[in-house]
């Protein structure tokens, strides 16, 4: 598609409960990209994907989070027993960064809310 | 390592009045530095960008001129409107495949009429 596209838009989960969200990056895209909005706006990088290899991952909490993009699949980030502090907008972003075309291009975000 | 900041807000401005949000990076090498625009609960859209020194990247009346000498990418705006209320992000990128996106904290801008 001609724009990245995040599902869902909003979840709620229970602290202790599993969280799934979904990215599909921009057709022909190689780079994906997730980073954390905390409520300060701030944006924490999580971890990075050279088509379905990732490709920096310094950003990622050891524990509870992971995140895959396999062939012909959304990208997806997935958060383990869920905390309070997991409570943000996880945007997605992709890039093709070609020469010097190194723009990302952001989804609309996710907001995950813990309870 | 490679940082971008820029002015801490709120910044409050009332309508056409002129407007600066002030950005310095520190980055090895020749990044690529843009402006981002997040409106209220609404996503990041990328509102300018320049990518090489001396470049002028400009949108919406929105201008920033990429200066090496000073690290800077100072963005600026002749006229606000309240429409243009929203949360401003200076950020870097290097020119190599996979680099992440480095961005600043974030400047809230509120325009009254």
């Known amino acids: 598609g001609e724009e990245v596209a995040q599902t869902p838009k909003h979840l709620v989960r229970g602290e202790g409960q599993k969280a799934k969200l979904y990215c599909a990056p921009i057709?022909?895209?190689?780079?994906v990209f997730w980073y954390q909005q905390v409520l300060k706006n701030e944006f924490k990088f999580l971890i990075s994907?050279?088509?379905?290899?990732?490709?920096?991952e310094t950003g990622m909490p050891k524990e509870r989070f992971s995140a895959k993009c396999l062939p012909n699949s959304p990208c997806s980030l997935e958060i383990q027993a869920t905390k309070l502090e997991d409570s943000a907008v996880y945007f997605c972003?992709?890039?093709?960064?070609?020469?010097?075309?190194?723009?990302?291009?952001f989804g609309q975000g996710t907001r995950l809310t813990v309870v | 390592g490679d940082s971008v900041t820029q002015m801490e807000g709120p910044v409050t401005l009332s309508e056409e009045a002129f407007l600066t949000i002030n950005c310095t990076y520190t980055a090895t090498g020749y990044p690529s530095l843009f402006w981002y625009v997040q409106y209220p609960g609404e996503g990041l859209q990328l509102l300018l960008k320049a990518t090489k020194a001396d470049d002028k990247g400009s949108n919406k009346g929105f201008e920033a001129t990429y200066r090496k000498e000073t690290t800077s990418f100072h963005l600026e705006k002749g006229s606000v409107q309240v429409s243009d209320s929203a949360v401003y992000f200076c950020a870097l990128t290097k020119n190599t495949g996979g680099f992440k996106t480095i961005f600043g904290a974030g400047t809230r801008l509120f325009v009254k009429a």
């Open positions: 972003a992709s890039s093709s960064q070609t020469g010097m075309n190194t723009e990302a291009f």
């Open positions: 994907f050279q088509n379905e290899n990732v490709f920096d």
């Open positions: 057709k022909g895209h190689s780079y």
